[in-house]
Each structure stands twice: as C-alpha cells, then as structure tokens.
C-alpha cells in the first residue's frame, strides 16, 4: 500500500511529526498514487509526500520531477 499525504497548495514539507495531522489517501499501487498526486495537483492542492509499505519515499520535490516527468511522457504520447 502507498499514502499520498496532502495539503493546500503553498504547504511546507512535511516532516515525520507533522504526518499524523495531514490527510492521506491510501492506493493499491505506485501508478495510482501518481495519478492521485495529479489529480491533487489539478484541483489546487499539492502532495506533500508518498510512502509506500515497501520502503517508498517521495518528498515533495522527488513527486514534481515525477510529476513533471509523466506529465512530458502524456503530452508526446498523448
């Protein structure tokens, strides 16, 4: 399982003490909580960090490269 945490656009990183007071949605896989990070972005707010069961961590600046990154891939594929 993969947590996307997320906050308002404009939100700080997110330390380890403050996870527990941010929302969070729970994806089966990487590709969905991606995708979910996208949708967090198109609605204005912003994801703060993705952690995954199995060791996964994405800050907030690892997530725009990502973001950035599929975001390149969709438009020459798309």
Do not use: W
Not at 16 to 41: I, N
Not at 46 to 65: M, N, W
């Amino acid at each position: 399982m993969y947590r996307v945490y997320s906050g308002p656009a404009g939100s700080e990183t997110l330390s380890p003490l403050d996870k527990g007071r941010h929302l969070f949605k729970e994806c089966a896989s990487m590709d969905e909580a991606v995708s979910f990070a996208q949708h967090l972005k198109a609605t204005g707010r912003v994801a703060l960090l993705i952690e995954g069961d199995d060791g996964t961590h994405l800050d907030r600046s690892a997530l725009a490269k990502t973001l950035h990154h599929r975001g390149s891939e969709q438009v020459h594929n798309g």
